[in-house]
């Protein structure tokens, strides 16, 4: 994969992680004004959606710094050990900083 596909992926990755977390901020927007007798049932959905919506910032958190590592030049390298990361697993977890040996 050259680096102008990385980076269109990477982008691409990020729009939807932010649609993603625009349409559940609104989903509990929504839940949240509903009257207090409807609302008892919905915490536990609550507590669900509020679980992948951490994850979600996080999931952007890193698309976003592979991003910022594409346009240093620091994209391939590994962040912990500086050894090259194996182009192999960039292209299955493009948004990863580290290489094979740091992840496990
Ligand atoms: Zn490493």
């Not at 609302?39 to 910022?68: D, M, P, R």
């Amino acid at each position: 994969m050259g680096t102008q596909e990385i980076s269109s992926r990477l982008v691409n990755d990020k729009e939807q992680l932010e649609k993603r977390i625009k349409a559940i901020e609104k989903d509990l927007a929504n839940k949240r004004s509903q009257d207090f007798a409807e609302q008892a049932g919905e915490n536990e959905n609550n507590e669900v959606l509020e679980e992948i919506l951490s994850e979600t910032h996080k999931e952007l958190n890193l698309v976003n710094s592979a991003i910022a590592r594409l346009s240093s030049g620091q994209y391939a390298t590994c962040s912990s050990c500086d050894n090259p990361i194996n182009p192999e697993r960039l292209s299955a977890l493009p948004y990863t900083n580290t290489c094979i040996n740091c992840a496990e």
